[in-house]
Nanobody, 127 residues
Framework: QVQLVETGGGSVRAGDSLRLSCAAS????????VAWFRRTPIEEREFVAV????????YVADFGQGRFTISRDNAKNTVYLQLNNLKPHDTAMYSC????????????????????WGQGTQVNVSV
C-alpha cells in the first residue's frame, strides 16, 4: 500500500521558518516527480513547488519564490519543503503528491496530474 506521510507543520509567527517533510513508503518516489500543494478551508488546492525525479530541477510558485525551497533525498525516499519568512496568508494544509510515471521531464503543477497523496500537515502563521 502506497503511503505518503507529511510532518513538520505547526503554529509559528510571521517571519519564522518551518521545514516540512514527506516520507514515502517503499520506492514510490524513486525516479518520479514529486510536488507540494496547499489548501485552505475556503480555497481550492494550490500548487506550491515541484521537483524533478533527479532533484536537479525545481519550480516554485510565484508567491513562494525567494522564500520556499523544495529538495529531496532519494536515498531516504523523502522530499522536503523549506518555508522561510512565513506570512499569515501561508496558513494552509500542506500536502505532498507523487506521480506514478517514471523519468518524466515535465514538472506538473496541476494537482490532477498526481496519483499519490499524503494526508497533509497544517501550517498556521500568526502576525
Amino acid at each position: 500500500q502506497v503511503q505518503l506521510v507529511e510532518t513538520g507543520g505547526g503554529s509559528v509567527r510571521a517571519g519564522d521558518s518551518l521545514r516540512l517533510s514527506c516520507a514515502a513508503s517503499g520506492d514510490i518516489f524513486e525516479n518520479r516527480t514529486v510536488a507540494w500543494f496547499r489548501r485552505t478551508p475556503i480555497e481550492e488546492r494550490e500548487f506550491v513547488a515541484v521537483i524533478h525525479w533527479r532533484g536537479d530541477r525545481t519550480y516554485v510558485a510565484d508567491f513562494g519564490q525567494g522564500r520556499f525551497t523544495i529538495s529531496r533525498d532519494n536515498a531516504k525516499n523523502t522530499v522536503y519543503l523549506q518555508l522561510n519568512n512565513l506570512k499569515p496568508h501561508d496558513t494552509a494544509m500542506y500536502s505532498c503528491a507523487g506521480r506514478s510515471e517514471k523519468f518524466e521531464t515535465i514538472l506538473y503543477q496541476n494537482p490532477r496530474r498526481y496519483d499519490y497523496w499524503g494526508q497533509g500537515t497544517q501550517v498556521n502563521v500568526s502576525v
